[in-house]
C-alpha cells in the first residue's frame, strides 16, 4: 500500500502561483511514476502531469510552459508549481503514484482561481 498526502491548495487571482506538495508513504518501491490530476465541477478527471522515477515529464498541453512538476527522493515528496494561473485551473487537484500493479491517489486538494 501507498499513502499520498497533497497540501497548497487554495484560493488564487487569476496570474498568481500556488505550489502543490504530495508526500507518499508505505511501499514506495512500488512507483514507477507519480503524477498530478485534475477534476473541474461537472467534467472528467484529467492529467496534469507525470514524473517518472528516472525524472521524465510530460504535460498536458493546456499546462505546458505554465506548471512544473518535480521530485524529491530524499523525502519522497512531489511538487506541482503553478503559475499564471486562469480560472480555468480551477479544480480539485489529486497525486497519484503509478505503481506495479496498482495506482493509488490522495484525496485531493481544491485549487480556486478567482478574482
Known amino acids: 500500500q501507498v499513502q499520498l498526502v497533497e497540501s497548497g491548495g487554495g484560493l488564487v487571482q487569476p496570474g498568481g502561483s500556488l505550489r502543490l506538495s504530495c508526500a507518499a508513504s508505505?511501499?514506495?518501491?512500488?512507483?514507477?511514476?507519480m503524477g498530478w490530476y485534475r477534476q473541474a465541477p461537472g467534467k472528467q478527471r484529467e492529467l496534469v502531469a507525470t514524473?517518472?522515477?528516472?525524472?521524465?515529464?510530460n504535460y498536458a498541453d493546456s499546462v505546458k510552459g505554465r506548471f512544473t512538476i518535480s521530485r524529491d527522493n530524499a523525502i519522497n515528496t512531489v511538487y506541482l508549481q503553478m503559475s499564471g494561473l486562469k480560472p480555468e485551473d480551477t479544480a480539485v487537484y489529486y497525486c497519484?503514484?503509478?505503481?506495479?500493479?496498482?495506482?493509488?491517489w490522495g484525496k485531493g486538494t481544491l485549487v480556486t482561481v478567482s478574482s
Open positions: 497519484a503514484a503509478h505503481g506495479t500493479p496498482f495506482d493509488y
Open positions: 514524473i517518472t522515477n528516472d525524472g521524465r515529464r
Open positions: 508505505g511501499s514506495i518501491w512500488l512507483i514507477y511514476a
